[in-house]
């Protein structure tokens, strides 16, 4: 038999596509160990990519008929409904652009009704501090969740009490004075989580509002506004790794709508007439967005937005814990090194750990991390300085030292962060005895 050998033909492939960048990558330096995300986060390459796609396109928002401004104005609402989707916003909820949390909360502090009281906990960074009125009620620092949470109902009750006596608005079922409820999700400090949901639902029991600073939580957890119930979230860009100069203030439009523009000029009103004050203001989101808007920081902000709704989060906070862990562990093995924190040390936090070492100024500690070692941290009071004074005072007589510094020293960790710089600062910290 005849055996006819058919030459075997190679198989033709197509060539692999290209491996799509990561829109959660980081930018840096390299060589630069970047442990300051708390501060200002690095930008993402979704961020960088979405201003870079706009650049040309550029134009005004809102005030143009030609195609870029048609353009730009479509990017910059879709913007706002992508932010609104991210933090689970209600259907009548307002979505104001700001510059970041601190113009957010200072644009709610001044559509405050006449008469509300605001209360707050002295553990707040100081943007959720000095905007309220006088005659606000700062709440001493709980030393666990659980203590917030009583604590806040001691306070409205006692307030609604007070209200009663004077007006006998509650006693007869008529509402009284308004409240609002001013809380961090996590703390810029100690990176600890405070209980929002509980604390909301404490707000809720008292016919009282809550506004929950979401700059430290946004970027480590899922926010969700309906869920938590909470009527008003703010948020900065710049800490969710989109630096663009933009940040939201997201709540319920009754009091927005009511209030005078935060700013007054163009785009927040819809009638000027000829007389001084003959002035419409415009309601909704434009009563306080007046002048050219950051498109930039918009679209870069809804395009973190949308990478990190598409992300798996859970594997995201999986692995920020497992770092997270590493350092405090890595810090506890230091004797000379004592960590600051608020609540009990296995208490829910993101990642975010301040210290002190011994017997060393914290500025000079910064300083010689980022020469000779090419570390980056804060160091000082972190724009909390009641809270910051007390953790201070705290950890000595935890430790029993009696050297430790006036100012401490924070390490923030995010998207990007390595296990190998975590062990990088550990061991620089080792040398500083």
């Known amino acids: 038999m005849t055996v006819t050998l058919v030459p075997t033909l190679p198989t033709l492939s197509r060539p692999p596509a290209p491996a799509r960048p990561d829109p959660l990558a980081v930018l840096g330096v390299p060589g630069e160990i970047n442990l300051d995300h708390a501060a200002s986060a690095p930008c993402a390459r979704a961020a960088a990519d979405a201003v870079a796609e706009l650049l040309p396109w550029y ?140 604390l909301a639902r404490v707000a809720r029991r008292h016919d009282a509002r809550i506004l929950v600073d979401a700059a430290q939580l946004a970027p480590h957890a899922p926010v969700d506004l309906a869920a938590l119930d909470v009527d008003y979230l703010a948020l900065s860009g710049h800490k969710l790794y989109a630096p663009f100069g933009a940040g939201v203030l997201v709540g319920r439009g009754d009091w927005l709508d009511a209030a005078p523009p935060y700013l007054a000029g163009g785009g927040a009103t819809s009638h000027v007439g000829a007389a001084t004050h003959e002035v419409h203001w415009a309601t909704g989101p434009a009563r306080h967005e007046a002048g050219t808007p950051n498109l930039l920081g918009a679209v870069a902000l809804a395009a973190v937005c949308t990478a990190l709704a598409a992300a798996d989060r859970d594997a995201l906070h999986a692995r920020e814990r497992a770092l997270l862990t590493r350092l405090r562990d890595g810090i506890a093995a230091l004797p000379h090194v004592v960590e600051l924190r608020t609540f009990a040390a296995d208490a829910p936090r993101v990642g975010i750990v301040s210290f002190v070492v011994a017997g060393r100024d914290s500025a000079e500690v910064a300083a010689q991390l980022a020469g000779a070692h090419r570390i980056g941290v804060r160091d000082g009071l972190f724009c909390a300085h009641p809270l910051a004074r007390r953790l201070l005072a705290e950890a000595a007589t935890r430790s029993g030292r009696r050297d430790l510094p006036p100012t401490a020293l924070r390490a923030s960790l995010g998207l990007g962060t390595t296990a190998a710089e975590v062990d990088a600062l550990l061991t620089a910290l080792a040398t500083l005895a």
């Open 59 to 198: 134009a005004s928002v809102h005030r143009g008929a030609g195609a870029l401004s048609r353009r730009c104005t479509l990017a910059y609402e879709r913007a706002r409904q992508t932010v609104a989707d991210f933090v689970g916003a209600r259907p009548d909820d307002h979505v104001v652009f700001t510059r970041n949390t601190t113009d957010s909360v200072n644009l709610l502090a001044r559509a405050l009704p006449a008469g509300t009281t605001v209360v707050t906990f002295a553990g707040e960074h100081h943007a959720n501090l000095l905007p309220w009125p006088r005659g606000s009620v700062r709440l001493p620092v709980p030393a666990s969740p659980a203590e917030a949470v009583r604590a806040l109902d001691a306070a409205l009750r006692e307030l609604r009490r007070v209200d009663a006596s004077r007006s006998g608005a509650v006693a007869d079922g008529r509402p009284g004075l308004p409240v609002l409820v001013a809380v961090t999700g996590a703390s810029n400090v100690t990176g600890e989580r405070w209980p929002v949901a509980e």
